[in-house]
């Protein structure tokens, strides 16, 4: 039976939200007139989130930590024998967040009709990505569903846990940096121009240090407002032209030929589609399916239409290294790993080798750079102010020439 979230009203005009199976939205209705409760909006799951998914909206997904906390609740279910049906239902029961619990409900209804677990999953594919269906779908086919929903639960949390590091480690830069502008957007248009004042009867001319800031700080008083509107629209017209497949492949070539940015970019998609690759086949997935998966996770345009063609030429006979290596786009180690995992036969192996190398070594990466960054920032900011505070001394230190 399919699942509907509904919205009633009881007895003594309390709204109440839930989630019902029921054959019908009607169906559902008379369990809630049986409740003596009003019913005000009965809607099925799978409906609300196809809709919801074409739409705007800023809860399209769920966060990864619940999808791999419900895939591992969901494998060790699995694991101690208790009907699929069954299992799916309990994970919903034992999730706080209801939207999660709806969406759940939805699969297991699926179930119960008679499909497999991944259709269920495939009817919320902002949810239950292609990754995540299509290895639940050959851990179904090869019966080793639990070994499966394990090993997809371990990989959503190292990409959640890469994911924290990278955001842990730009807080206080970025933070360090909002301060600093503030600073000085401060000091620009409301400090020094009640300073200023003092000089702006005397007559004589001001250094011109001095005559530079005042410039700089009516500049900002008049137009500071619209200048920040201006790069506002900037932005957002440069985030709308980069929704465009065409700007949007420009723009990653130009990140991939940057000397620090083509480090990051490069390490960041070769960890992720090495990692997603070696899932995939370790599930049982075919090499060319898990070529074709991996590339739909890379987010750089170039990097993933070489996968693409990767998978091509695979398809015609070619290995994967001498393949991927044609677009120099992956670094050496990643590649000589997966030549090596091949002659082996334990490419899956050897990719997820690759793929906690790159890792590794963003993450050092990253951690150096911020490193640099931090004082660096703190330099930029204090030679801001030592110009601002120079600025307004020297009419001081020549006070008395100005008076004369």
């Known amino acids: 039976m399919p699942a509907f979230e509904f919205t009633a009203l009881d007895v003594d005009g309390r709204e109440h939200k839930g989630v019902l199976e029921g054959d019908s939205p009607r169906a559902v209705r008379q369990q809630l007139r049986e409740r003596l409760w009003t019913p005000l909006n009965v809607q099925e799951v799978a409906a609300r989130e196809a809709k919801s998914a074409r739409r705007f909206s800023l809860q399209r997904g769920v966060a990864a930590a619940d999808l791999a906390l419900m895939t591992r609740q969901l494998a060790t279910l ?61 851990g179904e086919q090869s019966g080793h569903l639990d070994v499966v929903l394990e090993r997809l639960a371990d990989y959503t949390e190292s990409r959640q846990q890469l994911r924290q590091k990278i955001q842990l480690a730009l807080f206080y830069p970025a933070l360090l940096t909002i301060l600093a502008i503030s600073v000085a957007a401060l000091l620009l248009t409301y400090v020094v121009p009640q300073v200023v004042q003092v000089f702006q009867n005397i007559g004589q001319e001001l250094p011109l240090l001095t005559r530079g800031l005042i410039a700089l700080s009516d500049f900002m008083r008049a137009y500071g407002l619209a200048l920040l509107v201006l790069l506002g629209l900037a932005g957002a017209g440069f985030g709308w032209l980069l929704r465009k497949p065409g700007p949007r492949r420009q723009w990653h070539a130009v990140l991939l030929r940057l000397p620090l940015v083509s480090r990051l970019t490069r390490g960041l998609n070769t960890a992720r589609f090495a990692r997603t690759f070696s899932i995939l086949l370790a599930s049982g997935v075919p090499v060319l399916e898990a070529l074709r998966i991996s590339a739909e996770v890379i987010g750089n345009l170039p990097m993933r239409d070489a996968v693409e063609e990767a998978a091509r030429k695979v398809r015609e006979g070619s290995s994967i290294f001498s393949a991927l290596e044609k677009s120099s786009y992956f670094p050496p180690l990643t590649l000589h790993l997966i030549a ?30 911020l ?13 801001l102010v030592l110009v601002i505070v120079l600025a307004i001394l020297l009419p001081i230190f020549d006070l008395n020439q100005l008076v004369k």
Do not use: C, N
């Open 78 to 138: 699995v694991r101690s024998g208790l009907p699929l049906e069954e299992s799916v239902r309990a994970v919903s029961q034992q999730t706080e967040k209801a939207r999660l619990k709806s969406m759940l409900l939805g699969v297991r209804s699926r179930v119960m009709e008679g499909h497999s677990l991944a259709a269920g999953f495939a009817e919320f594919p902002h949810v239950f990505p292609e990754l995540y269906r299509a290895t639940v779908a050959a």
């Open 371 to 383: 490193g640099l960054f931090e004082p660096l920032l703190i330099v930029v900011m204090g030679g």
């Open 340 to 369: 090596s995992g091949e002659t082996s036969g334990k490419l899956e192996d050897m990719l997820e080798r690759a793929a906690t190398s790159q890792e590794r070594e963003i993450e050092v990466l990253v951690a150096t750079l």
